[in-house]
């Protein structure tokens, strides 16, 4: 599935929630049952600077597909990096240097988060954009 398939797929998924409060409980949930990243990955490498909590992406190259593990110590965090890292993974290298997560704004996620939420989100797309434009050379 291409990523602007995948865009369609989240939005459906997420839409239907009445307001953010259910939206976010849903990411929580979701987040509660994402697997966590063991300790030996969690590593000053690969945490995301600029975002309150914890984050952590782990990115990889698999037979010319980009896969991306993230883990984070806030559930809210956690939950949206997981959507975040769910939408890439799998794609190809160019296909995740030239595309947004622009889903999370869709369905009103970015704007009911944090300012150092949205800076820290921000910075976890940002590098796996920066992954893929690596990738993709």
């Given at each position: 599935m291409d990523l602007a398939a995948r865009r369609a797929a989240l939005i459906a998924e997420l839409e239907p929630f009445g307001d953010h409060h259910?939206?976010?409980q849903y990411v929580i949930d979701r987040a509660k049952s994402a697997?966590?990243?063991?300790?030996?990955?969690k590593?000053?490498?690969f945490l995301i600077e600029g975002c309150t909590s914890n984050l952590w992406l782990v990115p990889s190259l698999e037979a010319g597909a980009c896969h991306?593990?993230?883990?984070a110590d806030s559930l809210i965090t956690k939950g949206v990096a997981a959507l975040v890292c769910e939408f890439y993974d799998g794609a190809g290298p160019s296909e995740v240097a030239?595309?947004?997560a622009d889903f999370l704004g869709a369905v009103g996620i970015t704007q009911h988060l944090s300012p150092n939420r949205r800076n820290g989100l921000s910075n976890l797309v940002g590098k796996i954009r920066a992954f893929g434009r690596a990738a993709a050379r």
């Open positions: 259910e939206r976010f697997p966590s990243l063991p300790a030996e990955l590593l000053e490498a991306f593990r993230c883990d030239a595309t947004d």
